[in-house]
């Protein structure tokens, strides 16, 4: 099984709303390439799960999922 994760740190939509504190990572089949799970942690993660659930649901690829542009969800700013 192939693993990877991406600190939500990383982007710089999480880092200009202040929100870096998150979490994706993608376990997919080392020879096809195919999405077998999802875990994706932090705020507005629920908005977010939807995508993966697809990926998996369609057979998708990595690659295939690395293709499409996904916004982090805008969350408030902590007070």
Do not use: H, N, Y
Not at 6 to 14: E, K, L, P, T
Not at 22 to 51: C, F, H, N, Q, W
């Amino acid at each position: 099984m192939k693993v990877a994760k991406f600190q939500w740190a990383a982007s710089g939509r999480a880092t200009t709303l202040g929100r870096s504190d998150g979490v994706t990572k993608l376990l997919a089949d080392p020879e096809s390439g195919r999405i077998l799970g999802v875990g994706i942690t932090g705020p507005g993660a629920g908005e977010l799960i939807a995508e993966g659930a697809l990926a998996i649901e369609t057979a998708l690829r990595a690659e295939d999922l690395a293709l499409t542009s996904t916004p982090i969800p805008r969350c408030p700013s902590r007070s």
